[in-house]
């Protein structure tokens, strides 16, 4: 099935699961730009009075259509008996035409909440069904997690509470607004004794005092305005007197709640919105006596590991000469194949590249009929490390004489213990004397699995056999066909260096046989067409320290825009399973 047609399903199906981000926060009825007392119907429209024995004594906020939100030392029994919620009411006395009532059946207050330091001061209740929303009742988004308040920010608070302390809000108790400025943590804790407020509060209220929520405001919601949307940034929980000058309100930050909310209300979530402070943090600034510094927060170092080559971690080979007895030898031993049929060898010189022998391709080269394959140890049977890619370009060398391909894969490889480049000399010399190896699929070669052949060699002088500067020799070898454009192998210090690519002596020139040596090209005769092809070569793991980004030697990821059909039974069940939840 297309990705397209999975994704409208995905869409309409979770429709119901977007919670209330449609609705949260939007009122309609409220123009508020600056602060005042008496608020106009509706203009609050989440708010809520909670009652016991029909008289209010705290508020809280509508996040959907059957959950309010309040603070935990309003309801600290878990006892709903004679418990109300009223919603859309305007005055505590006299006609309120567009309320409702609900009773509640469920109390659930933060298991971590702490009635003598006032943390984690937060509540939820359940009403015993839910609420239609008008103009008059409408639910409150939510500050997301990841939300970030800054000193100075102006935000409203509003309930029927005392209008100072001691003093009742005179009839007709009409609900309360007023605004005020975030004040910062540190700020906060400086004011009311350093480690009363923890990172579980916000802070707000001006500095010469005389503008707070008061008692009987408590759960009540604390919100803001952003792109037109209203945000609950906290829930009134605390504070010394009320108004008092540099006593600023405290409320739980609803923010550090999103995760329990979430797993309390199960269905129909809360409309969950971010919100960000622009600038600077003047809290940031702000000291006193027992007030710890800020950490300095120095940015993580992101290292990371270059790519290097060379490196075998399976291979501990010294001597010796037969089937290869476990994967992983030569990680970067490749098998070219066409059409499904082993052709060539090859080796891995960047992550998504091979090196192999020009002579085993046709011109034009056709990438299509092309596979490599990684990882691989027997051309039959069982290989678990084993990596196929597609070949999606094919350059071969134009010199005189001998000449070599590179293969540019469909992506970039992954790398592991089976799966490694090699280097490739460029400047690197092989003094006579050098132990080296050569390895490859020759057929016949390795019994019924077709198991990959290695054969140690050693660096001879080519003596008279040769006159050219770009030659190197080797003691004799057998090749085969399917060893053709395998690497000849010679390990400097700790690391795989490619000198040669393998070439059958009786059809190519690159290696001719002369008595008992093999004469090949030097790889490092190439290293102008190679660097055109890959880019700069990787380095081997004792000389890097830095990798350079080339179509050689990058690293990346691919991704597919189809699904594929094996997905779809079980992206169809969760789709099911979330309309279930949401209806």
């Keep these: 099935m297309d990705a397209r047609v999975v994704t409208t399903l995905l869409l309409l199906l979770i429709e119901g699961c977007r919670g209330q981000l449609d609705v949260c926060g939007k009122a309609t009825l409220n123009s508020r730009i600056v602060g005042g007392e008496d608020a106009p119907e509706g203009s609050w429209p989440w708010q809520a009075s909670l009652h016991r024995s029909d008289s209010h004594f705290c508020g809280g906020s509508l996040v959907n259509n059957k959950w309010v939100l309040t603070a935990a030392h309003c309801v600290p029994s878990a006892s709903t008996v004679d418990l109300e919620v009223y919603l859309g009411r305007q005055s505590q006395q006299g006609s309120n035409p567009n309320e409702v009532v609900r009773t509640v059946v469920r109390i659930v207050n933060h298991p971590d909440y702490n009635s003598i330091t006032n943390d984690n001061d937060i509540s939820l209740l359940e ?18 997690s990841d939300s970030t308040v800054f000193a100075g920010e102006d935000t409203w608070v509003t309930g029927w509470g005392n209008i100072g302390s001691g003093e009742p809000l005179p009839p007709p108790q009409n609900l309360m607004e007023v605004e005020v400025p975030i004040v910062g943590n540190r700020q906060c804790n400086c004011d009311y004794g350093v480690g009363t407020i923890t990172d579980n509060m916000i802070c707000a209220g001006l500095r010469e005092g005389g503008k ?60 969950f919105v971010t919100f960000k402070s622009s600038g600077s943090n003047s809290d940031n600034d702000v000291t006193c006596a027992g007030l710890p ?104 060398s ?25 280097c490739m000399s460029s400047s690197q010399t092989f003094s006579v004397g050098t132990s080296c190896w050569v390895a490859g699929w020759s057929v016949g070669q390795g019994g019924e699995e077709g198991v990959l052949q290695e054969n140690q060699t050693v660096i001879v002088d080519c003596g008279n056999t040769s006159s050219s500067a770009d030659a190197i020799c080797t003691g004799a070898l057998t090749l085969q066909q399917g060893d053709y454009g395998g690497p000849v192998m010679c390990k400097i210090g700790d690391s795989w260096y490619q000198a040669a690519v393998l070439a059958g002596n009786s059809t190519q020139v690159t290696s001719t046989r002369a008595g008992d040596k093999l004469v090949f090209t030097k790889l490092s005769s190439y290293s102008s067409f190679l660097t055109s092809a890959l880019g700069s070569f990787l380095t081997p793991a004792s000389s890097s320290t830095t990798t350079t980004s080339t179509p050689g ?21 969760v789709c099911l399973l979330l309309q279930l939840l949401c209806s």
């Excluded at 015993?128 to 409408?138: E, G, H, L, Q, R």
């Design 553 to 573: 030697n990058s690293t990346g990821t691919t991704t597919n825009s189809g699904v594929s059909a094996s997905l779809l039974l079980p992206l169809l069940a």
């Design 212 to 271: 707070d929520s008061c008692q009987g405001d408590s759960g009540g919601p604390l919100v803001i305005k952003q792109n037109n949307v209203w945000n609950q940034l906290g829930v009134v929980s605390f504070g010394r007197g009320c108004a008092l000058p540099e006593f600023p309100g405290v409320y739980a930050r609803v923010s550090r709640y999103e995760s329990w909310i979430k797993s309390t209300i199960i269905t129909n979530l809360p409309g």
């Design 127 to 144: 009403l015993s069904d839910i609420v239609t929303f008008t103009n008059y009742i409408v639910p409150i988004c939510l500050a997301a």
């Design 293 to 396: 510094p800020l950490p300095t927060t120095v940015p993580p170092m992101t290292t990371v590991k270059p790519i290097v080559c060379g490196q075998a971690p399976k291979n501990s080979r010294f001597i010796g000469g037969s089937s290869v007895a476990s994967t992983g030898i030569w990680p970067w031993m490749a098998s070219l194949q066409k059409n499904g049929t082993h052709v060539c060898g090859g080796s891995l010189v960047a992550v998504d590249a091979v090196l192999s022998e020009a002579n085993c391709f046709s011109s034009p080269a056709q990438p299509s009929e092309w596979t490599v394959v990684l990882g691989r140890l027997k051309q039959n049977g069982s290989n678990p490390f084993e990596v196929s890619m597609n070949v999606t370009n094919i350059t071969l």
């Design 398 to 422: 134009n010199q005189t004489g001998s000449n070599v391909a590179v293969l540019h894969l469909s992506s970039s490889l992954t790398l592991s213990d089976y799966i490694q480049p090699i």
